[in-house]
């Protein structure tokens, strides 16, 4: 039996460390609750769970990564009050912070669907919805993940980076959806491993603050209406 409830989360600003470490207990305990079904042949059903959250500056490095995109030092580092941390998910490097809607849907989807790349385009897929609702036209650069703005132009830029780890059938990472995010930090990276293209934000293609709680509620039905979820 599959079960479309998903239990939604908002951590608030969550030191990055914190929010990895509460993400690693739900993803094992669903794994745990998998690995129990299947010894002892019963069908309990596993929970998932949608968490948003923002990060204090934060700067990530995945598995696939190359460590000199990112472009300062300790030093550096310590005058932009960020941290730095290399992670299992896929992807090269980003950066997370204040302004930015990061999404970490911890999901089992045997509950949905058993497609990791079906998963990403779904998740572009309630991104793309959530900008067209404020009159922002987006959409897939071919080859990459992640949510662009004019992919096919000489102006391509990336408002919403991916990357996920998936551990029999569950999700964790996810995503980073540039709100009012300070841009300036994505000059101390080589944003992704790509060095020819731009990032951006709502805030600067609207020219005005967009409010973050209305853009979690949007993108909250969106993520619903398309994996069909029962968000409560």
């Not at 470490?21 to 998932?48: C, D, F, M, W």
């Not at 550096?76 to 960020?82: C, N, R």
């Not at 897939?140 to 992640?146: A, E, I, K």
């Not at 540039?178 to 805030?203: E, Q, W």
């Amino acid at each position: 039996m599959k079960n479309k409830s998903v239990r939604f989360e908002d951590w608030g600003l969550t030191d990055y460390q914190e929010a990895w470490n509460r993400q690693e207990q739900l993803l094992n305990g669903i794994v745990a609750l998998k690995t129990r079904n299947r010894q002892e042949q019963t069908s309990l059903p596993t929970p998932n769970y949608l968490v948003f959250c923002e990060h204090p500056h934060v700067y990530t490095l995945g598995k696939s990564g190359k460590a000199e995109n990112l472009l300062l030092d300790e030093a550096g580092l310590a005058e932009k009050q960020a941290s730095f941390y290399k992670i299992n998910r896929g992807g090269d490097i980003t950066y997370h912070g204040p302004g930015q809607i990061v999404g970490y849907p911890i999901l089992d989807l045997e509950n949905f669907f058993t497609d990791i790349h079906l998963y990403l385009r779904e998740m572009e897929e309630a991104v793309i919805r959530t900008l067209a609702d404020y009159g922002i036209t987006a959409g897939r650069y071919p080859g990459y993940t992640g949510v662009w703005l004019d992919p096919e132009g000489e102006n391509a830029r990336k408002i919403c980076a991916m990357g996920v780890r998936c551990s029999r059938w569950v999700t964790m990472h996810g995503f980073a959806f540039n709100v009012n995010a300070d841009l300036s930090y994505f000059n101390n990276i080589v944003p992704c491993g790509i060095d020819d293209k731009a990032v951006t934000s709502m805030r600067s293609e609207l020219g005005r603050e967009v409010p973050v709680k209305e853009v979690k509620e949007r993108l909250k039905g969106h993520l619903a209406g398309i994996f069909g979820m029962d968000l409560h």
